[in-house]
């Protein structure tokens, strides 16, 4: 090696300075005969300077190193390239750390793809994972995949889907009678003046609690002697208001309150069974309502 390095030393600058150093300054040199730059040591070549150093190189630029390479930066190290970058490992892998910061990896205009030939695990350890996207969201494992999609979300699978929880609700969709206005009612002609006679009545209902509470969103239905019907919801009052109804008796049949209950009094009956009552709950319960009914005369 140290002669092909010295054949080659001499292709490029064959006329060596004097050994005795009587070299003068302005000596005239010959010139390289091949453009390089050869650096050789038998240990260790540093390259330091205070200020800056710049590689260049026209075409391409080669580093092999046969152990460990290391780049260290003060402030901000940047790898830039006007087409494709690969970083490749044979065995020992890639870590990617930001200390001290967020770490960010962006695809600014195209798909950006995470592969792997065995599992994926993605781990928040103090705080949350978002996966954000601006029309369409697929998870997808073999047949079965959950899809996130505008204001939709579907659960496909082809076999049994499961919801194991210690409480869920699963609500349906709501559903309630239509209350359409009324048509308008009478003849044309000369029945005109004798269906407005039969028709000019009205019909008020007040539908209450015995606390003078109105029963609401409750449906009736109305029927009048000529045969006709009609049906609609109590106001927020109770009230049922029909105009133009037939001359004549009319029944109204009301459904309950449509509206949404909860139990006011959460109390616990001191009378209540047990789920298996014995003969003696019976003979106690039977024994407190004789000393109720004592009590009360």
């Known amino acids: 090696q140290a002669k092909q390095i010295d054949a080659f030393r001499q292709t490029i600058h064959p006329e060596d300075a004097p050994a005795d150093g009587s070299d003068q300054p302005d000596r005239t040199l010959k010139s390289f005969t091949a453009p390089a730059i050869l650096t050789e040591a038998p ?7 205070p200020q800056s150093i710049t590689v260049f190189a026209g075409e391409q630029l080669s580093a092999t190193i046969q152990a460990d ?12 390239s006007g087409d494709a970058t690969s ?12 200390a001290n910061a967020p770490l960010s990896m962006q695809a600014h205009d195209g798909p950006m793809e995470i592969l792997a030939d065995q599992d994926v695990t993605v781990t928040s350890s103090n705080d949350e994972i978002h996966v954000l996207a601006s029309s369409k969201i697929v998870l997808q494992a073999g047949q ?11 659960f496909a699978c082809p076999g049994k889907f499961e919801v194991k929880a210690s409480q869920k609700a699963l609500m349906g969709g709501g559903r309630g009678e239509a209350s359409l206005d009324e048509l308008p009612t009478g003849a044309m002609g ?6 407005n006679a039969e028709e000019a009545h009205s019909l008020r209902v007040q539908h209450q609690y015995h606390d003078e509470e109105g ?14 019907q009609r049906s609609g919801v109590t106001n927020a009052a109770g009230n049922v208001t029909l105009d133009n109804v037939p001359e004549g008796a009319a029944s109204i049949s009301f459904k309950p309150d449509g509206r949404k209950w909860d139990r006011l009094d959460a109390a616990d009956n001191p009378d209540k069974l047990a789920e298996q009552p014995v003969e003696a709950d019976f003979d106690a319960l039977i024994e407190r309502t004789r000393h109720n009914a004592g009590a009360r005369k």
């Open 43 to 49: 240990a260790s070549i540093a390259l330091t300077t």
């Open 69 to 80: 390479t290391q780049l260290t930066a003060l402030h901000t190290a940047s790898l830039v």
């Open 87 to 98: 970083l490749y490992t044979h065995a020992g892998g890639i870590k990617a750390i930001a």
């Open 144 to 154: 079965s995949s959950i899809t996130l999609e505008g204001a939709n979300i579907t």
């Open 190 to 195: 000369a029945a005109a003046s004798q269906s």
């Open 215 to 228: 029963v609401q969103q409750a449906a009736y239905t109305a029927k009048f002697s000529n045969g006709s």
